[in-house]
C-alpha cells in the first residue's frame, strides 16, 4: 500500500466489507502501544448539532420554493 502526496491510501474492498464501510462512513483511527487500529465510527453521537437533523424534512416543496420562501424580503 503507497501513501499518495495528501496522506491518502486506499482501503482494500476486503477490509472495507469486513467493517462495513461504505462511502461517507466515517472511521477513526485508535493507537495502542505504538500499533494504530482503523475503526469503524459509531453513528450514535451526531457529529454537530445538525446532524441528526439531516434527512427529516416533511415540507412538500420543491428546492426552488423554499428558496423563494427564505428570500422573502419583509
Same mark, same amino acid.
Given at each position: #500500500? +503507497?501513501?499518495? %502526496? !495528501?496522506?491518502?491510501?486506499?482501503?482494500?474492498?476486503?477490509?472495507?466489507?469486513?467493517?462495513?464501510?461504505?462511502?461517507? %462512513? &466515517?472511521?477513526?483511527?485508535?493507537? &495502542?502501544?505504538? +500499533?494504530?487500529?482503523?475503526? !469503524?465510527?459509531? *453513528?450514535?453521537?451526531?457529529?454537530? *448539532?445538525?446532524?441528526?437533523? +439531516?434527512?427529516?424534512? %416533511?415540507? !412538500? #416543496?420543491?428546492? &426552488?420554493?423554499? #428558496?423563494? #420562501? %427564505? +428570500?422573502?424580503?419583509?
Amino acid at each position: #500500500m +503507497r501513501v499518495t %502526496t !495528501k496522506g491518502q491510501v486506499t482501503i482494500p474492498k476486503n477490509v472495507r466489507e469486513v467493517l462495513g464501510i461504505a462511502p461517507e %462512513t &466515517d472511521v477513526d483511527f485508535h493507537e &495502542d502501544n505504538g +500499533r494504530f487500529y482503523l475503526v !469503524k465510527v459509531s *453513528k450514535n453521537k451526531p457529529t454537530s *448539532k445538525f446532524s441528526k437533523l +439531516r434527512g427529516i424534512a %416533511t415540507a !412538500k #416543496m420543491s428546492t &426552488d420554493e423554499i #428558496m423563494n #420562501m %427564505t +428570500r422573502k424580503i419583509k
